[in-house]
């Protein structure tokens, strides 16, 4: 079976019920090896960065938004739309993926049912941003076009797509409710991805506003420039000499156990410094650093 993105209402906030009830279309949960590319597909290249990106997102929450795709023989199915998401649920490890299994004739129908669906009040943000996205990637759609198709202002859908910029952990947090989508937009005021996640467990723990997370984030921004004027720039010079895939390595082990991790390397030894907030968080982290990973 298919993980669940731990989402409260699932995969059915997004596909009307209506996709199931009709005999011509199905959300089912289908293996990733019984799907296929299409051979047609006018997308050639998909840039890795962003496939990683995903994949991590994937690992931590779970397919939000089902692929398309049509039978093409017993057990054999052809991805209509979707291929990101599948790639990188192949690459997270996923058994299943969530797909609406369609006649190709009827892919209007369903860029319809989501738009339409998208109007529903009980969506949370990651859900609202995982259809915005579909809707783009999937059928073309501009900002301005989905913005026109779900009633919003161009600035409402793009900010609101803008949270999957941030850390998988981070979109977490947002996805459960602990974290509004507001103190996720104000999080995007800084590049710093561990600033983000130490900054959103902060918020999470203390209760901050949405202002206060913004005053941090400027205090942040501020410090960064100061040190970027310095006149020797060793701080930046020293950013730069980080070694290829360190920052992504800080990225899996943040995402493992869900903290910000920050490693540093010298010239004979290295540093990993875990963020905790409390006791019970430090027996968190414990229980994931010993226990068997997650498959």
Do not use: C
């Not at 049912?113 to 809707?135: C, F, I, S």
């Not at 010239?267 to 907030?277: H, L, Q, S």
């Amino acid at each position: 079976m298919a993980r669940r993105s731990g989402l409260g209402k699932g995969l059915g906030a997004l596909i009307p019920s209506e996709v199931g009830a009709n005999a011509n279309a199905a959300l089912r949960d289908l293996p990733t090896s019984q799907i296929e590319p299409n051979p047609n597909q006018p997308r050639g290249h998909f840039d890795e960065e962003s496939l990683v990106s995903l994949t991590e997102s994937v690992r931590e929450l779970g397919v939000l938004q089902p692929v398309l795709v049509r039978p093409v023989g017993p057990e054999r199915y052809e991805l209509i739309a979707g291929e990101r998401r599948w790639r990188a649920a192949k690459r997270a490890g996923l058994p299943s993926i969530p797909a609406v299994v369609r006649t190709i004739d009827e892919v209007h129908s369903l860029e319809q049912a989501l738009v339409e669906n998208l109007h529903r009040e009980d969506l949370n943000p990651l859900e609202e941003a995982a259809a915005y996205q579909g809707l783009i990637e999937d059928f073309g759609l501009t900002h301005d076009d989905v913005a026109r198709r779900v009633g919003k202002s161009r600035s409402a859908v793009s900010n609101t797509l803008r949270l999957f910029a941030l850390p998988p952990g981070i979109q977490k947090l947002v996805a459960e409710g602990q974290l509004a989508a507001g103190h996720a937009r104000a999080l995007l005021g800084t590049p710093d991805r561990a600033f983000q996640e130490a900054l959103a467990r902060r918020a999470v723990v203390e209760d901050l506003s949405v202002r206060e997370v913004e005053e941090a984030v400027r205090a942040r921004s501020g410090e960064a420039a100061a040190v970027a004027a310095a006149p020797d720039g060793r701080a930046g010079a020293a950013r730069r000499l980080r070694p290829p895939g360190l920052l992504e390595l800080e990225e899996l082990l943040s995402g493992r156990l869900d903290t910000r991790v920050k490693v540093t390397m010298g010239t004979k030894r290295g540093k990993v410094v875990i963020d905790f907030a409390t006791l019970e968080d430090l027996e968190r982290i414990y229980r994931a650093m010993t226990g068997p990973a997650e498959p």
